[in-house]
C-alpha cells in the first residue's frame, strides 16, 4: 500500500462511466489509501458526482466534479478534462446528453459488426454490464469475454474492436474549441487529458488550444515518461497552464489500468487547480468567483 500513498489523484473513472467501482467505491478506497483530493472524471458524464460527494461527507476528502470529454484529434482520441463544472449548467448537459445518444448508436453498430463476424453479443446484456448512460468499447469488451470470445478485455481491443479492429466504430467528437468553451461555460477549468498518448499534433496543437481557453495540462500520469513529464511541464510554464495529474483509474485488476492513487501529484497543483477554478484557498480568503457556482 505504501506505493500508493500519494495524496492527489485528478483522473478517476467510476461505474457512472467504465469505471468498475462504484462511486461510493471509489470513496472509500481513496479514504483507505490516504489520498485527500480525488476527482471524478468519468467520460461524458457527470452522473456519478452526487453519490461520491454524499459518501465522502465529512470525510475529510475532497471530490472535485469532473468530467473527460472526447474532442477530434489527428488520431481521434483528444481528451479534454473538465474540472469543478457545475453538474446543472444547461450547455454542458446538453452536449453530454448528445455524446450519451451518439454512443449508444456507436454501440449498437460495433455489435452488428460483431455479429456479422460470427460472435453475436445480446444488445441488453451490453446495456446492463454499462448500468448506467454511458456505453463504451470496455462494456462490449466485457460481455465479448463473458461469451467466450476473448479471455480478457485487453485481447478485444486487441483482435477487435481496437482502434484498428474490424469492429471498431468511432465515436462522436466535438471540436476542441466546443469542448472547451462548455466547460468554461459550465464554470470549469478545462485540461489536455494524457497528451503525449493523444499523439505528437496533440502537443504541437497545445497553444492553439490555449487561444480557445485551454487552462492545463494533464503532467503526470501513468504512461509518461521521465522526460515526457519534463518537456510538458516546460510547456505548461511557457503557456502559464496548470499542472494536474491523475491514474486514469478504471478498476483494481491489472488489465484495467493503473491503481488509484499510484501517480504521484505535487499537491500544490490540487491547490492551483481549486484556485483557478474561483474557489477558496485552504488558508486564504475566498476569491468572489465562488457566489457565480
Ligand atoms: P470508448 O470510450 O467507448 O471509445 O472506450 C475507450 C475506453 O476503453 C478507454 O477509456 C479505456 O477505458 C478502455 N480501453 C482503451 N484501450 C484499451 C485496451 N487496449 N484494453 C482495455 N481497455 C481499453
Ligand atoms: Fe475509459
Ligand atoms: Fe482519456
Ligand atoms: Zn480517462
Known amino acids: 500500500m505504501a506505493q500508493y500513498?500519494?495524496?492527489?489523484?485528478?483522473?478517476?473513472?467510476?461505474?457512472?462511466?467504465?469505471?468498475?467501482?462504484?462511486?461510493?467505491?471509489?470513496?472509500?478506497?481513496?479514504?483507505?489509501?490516504?489520498?485527500?483530493?480525488?476527482?471524478?472524471?468519468?467520460?461524458?458524464?457527470?452522473?456519478?458526482?452526487?453519490?461520491?460527494?454524499?459518501?465522502?461527507?465529512?470525510?475529510?476528502?475532497?471530490?472535485?466534479?469532473?468530467?473527460?470529454?472526447?474532442?477530434?484529434?489527428?488520431?481521434?482520441?483528444?481528451?479534454?478534462?473538465?474540472?469543478?463544472?457545475?453538474?446543472?449548467?444547461?450547455?454542458?448537459?446538453e452536449r453530454l446528453r448528445a455524446m450519451q445518444q451518439a454512443r449508444l448508436a456507436r454501440a449498437r453498430e460495433m455489435v452488428r459488426r460483431l455479429a456479422a463476424m460470427g460472435m453475436s453479443l445480446d444488445w441488453d446484456e451490453v446495456r446492463a454490464l454499462a448500468g448506467g448512460e454511458i456505453v463504451g468499447r470496455p462494456?462490449?469488451?466485457?460481455?465479448?469475454?463473458?461469451?467466450?470470445?476473448?479471455?480478457?478485455?485487453?485481447?478485444?481491443?486487441?483482435?477487435?474492436?481496437?482502434?484498428?479492429?474490424?469492429?471498431?466504430?468511432?465515436?462522436?467528437?466535438?471540436?476542441?474549441?466546443?469542448?472547451?468553451?462548455?466547460?468554461?461555460?459550465?464554470?470549469?477549468?478545462p485540461v489536455l487529458a494524457h497528451p503525449v498518448c493523444s499523439g505528437p499534433a496533440a502537443v504541437e496543437r497545445v497553444p492553439e488550444f490555449v487561444s480557445y481557453g485551454l487552462r492545463g495540462l494533464e503532467v503526470y500520469y501513468p504512461d509518461h515518461s521521465p522526460e515526457e513529464i519534463e518537456m510538458l511541464l516546460e510547456l505548461c510554464r511557457k503557456h502559464d497552464l496548470l499542472v494536474t495529474g491523475g491514474s486514469d483509474f478504471h478498476g483494481p485488476r491489472v488489465e484495467e489500468g493503473?491503481?488509484?492513487?499510484?501517480?504521484?501529484?505535487?499537491?500544490?497543483?490540487?491547490?492551483?487547480?481549486?484556485?483557478?477554478?474561483?474557489?477558496?484557498?485552504?488558508?486564504?480568503?475566498p476569491s468572489p468567483r465562488t457566489n457565480q457556482r
Do not use: M, W
Open 5 to 93: 500513498s500519494h495524496r492527489v489523484d485528478l483522473h478517476i473513472h467510476t461505474t457512472a462511466s467504465d469505471g468498475v467501482l462504484t462511486p461510493s467505491e471509489v470513496v472509500h478506497l481513496s479514504l483507505e489509501r490516504g489520498l485527500s483530493v480525488i476527482a471524478l472524471t468519468d467520460h461524458d458524464t457527470l452522473g456519478g458526482v452526487a453519490e461520491a460527494h454524499r459518501a465522502a461527507l465529512g470525510a475529510g476528502l475532497e471530490v472535485i466534479a469532473g468530467v473527460e470529454i472526447n474532442s477530434e484529434g489527428e488520431r481521434g482520441d483528444l481528451h479534454i478534462l473538465g474540472y469543478y463544472v457545475d453538474p446543472e449548467n444547461g450547455p454542458l448537459r
Open 139 to 189: 462494456h462490449v469488451a466485457r460481455a465479448l469475454v463473458n461469451r467466450g470470445y476473448a479471455q480478457t478485455t485487453r485481447e478485444t481491443f486487441e483482435r477487435f474492436i481496437g482502434r484498428d479492429g474490424p469492429a471498431y466504430v468511432p465515436r462522436l467528437r466535438l471540436s476542441p474549441a466546443d469542448v472547451i468553451e462548455t466547460i468554461i461555460g459550465a464554470g470549469g477549468v
Open 258 to 285: 493503473a491503481p488509484l492513487g499510484s501517480v504521484y501529484v505535487p499537491p500544490e497543483c490540487a491547490e492551483r487547480l481549486r484556485k483557478a477554478a474561483g474557489g477558496a484557498e485552504t488558508t486564504d480568503r
